[in-house]
Structure formats: structure tokens, C-alpha cells
């Protein structure tokens, strides 16, 4: 990069914190009303969606913070699962290789895979040699 790119670059950056500035300005000079998709269901989302021709930058981030889960149970699930992978004899994983055991451990669990199912002996019925069902007589 030369120094003309690093110039654009620089004014880019600044135009867009001014714009992101201005937006986030006219957001808090703007009148609270009342909402009756928030108050009735919490739908932030249709809120956000109606205004994202208004505050483009918001909606953007919007989006993003509503995406996530409310609750970090799942995420502390997850890294108590790799907890158990990656102990201290493996822990030169690969983080591919990590990622595909996780899932493969997940898997698993969920009872989707079944590596053992063909492994296990099963108890059959030994087949008579005689069709009939006449029990077998004994010579003398």
C-alpha cells in the first residue's frame, strides 16, 4: 500500500465514523414512542426492519445483536465438550481436525451415527433340521 491508498483510506474511515456519528445522533434526538409489536410479542426485529431505511447503520448492528442467543448455556456446553477433547495429552490438535471431532462427538451423542451397530452378536434362533414340528425321536 502506498501512501495515496493509505490517504483514501484514512478519509473513508473518517467519513464513515461521521456518518455513523450523525445517524446514531438523530437516532437519540428522535422521539420515544410507544411500540405495539415490542410491547405485545418483543419483536425488535420488526422494529429494526421498518427503520432501516432511517438508520441503515443501526439495522446493520441490529441484526447482528439480535442474532445472538440470549442465554450462554449452549456456548458452555460446547467448550465443556472440547474440555474433554482437548486434554492435555492432545493438545497439539489441528483446529480442523478439532472442529471434526467436536462435530463427530456431537453426532454421535444425538444418535446419528452408529459405529457399533453391526459389531454386536446377536442371539438367533438355531434352525431344526426337520421342517416338521415333531419332536426329535431317539433310537434304541
Excluded at 490438535?93 to 456431537?106: G, R, S
Aim: charged share 30%.
Amino acid at each position: 500500500m502506498d501512501v495515496d491508498d493509505t490517504n483514501l483510506l484514512a478519509q473513508r474511515v473518517a467519513q464513515d465514523r461521521a456518518a455513523v456519528t450523525q445517524e446514531f445522533e438523530r437516532y437519540l434526538e428522535e422521539p420515544v414512542e410507544d411500540i405495539p409489536d415490542i410491547e405485545q410479542n418483543g419483536d425488535l426485529f420488526t422494529y429494526w426492519t421498518a427503520k432501516r431505511h432511517i438508520f441503515p447503520y443501526m439495522y446493520c448492528v441490529s441484526r447482528d445483536v439480535l442474532a445472538m442467543q440470549a442465554t450462554s448455556v449452549v456456548v458452555e456446553r460446547i467448550f465443556s465438550s472440547s474440555k474433554e477433547t482437548d486434554t492435555l495429552r492432545r493438545n497439539q490438535l489441528h483446529p480442523a481436525l478439532m472442529e471434526a471431532l467436536q462435530v463427530l462427538k456431537y453426532r454421535y451423542r444425538q444418535e446419528c451415527l452408529d459405529f457399533a451397530g453391526d459389531l454386536i452378536a446377536r442371539i438367533e434362533q438355531p434352525a431344526m433340521q426337520d421342517d416338521d414340528d415333531s419332536p426329535p425321536t431317539r433310537t434304541a
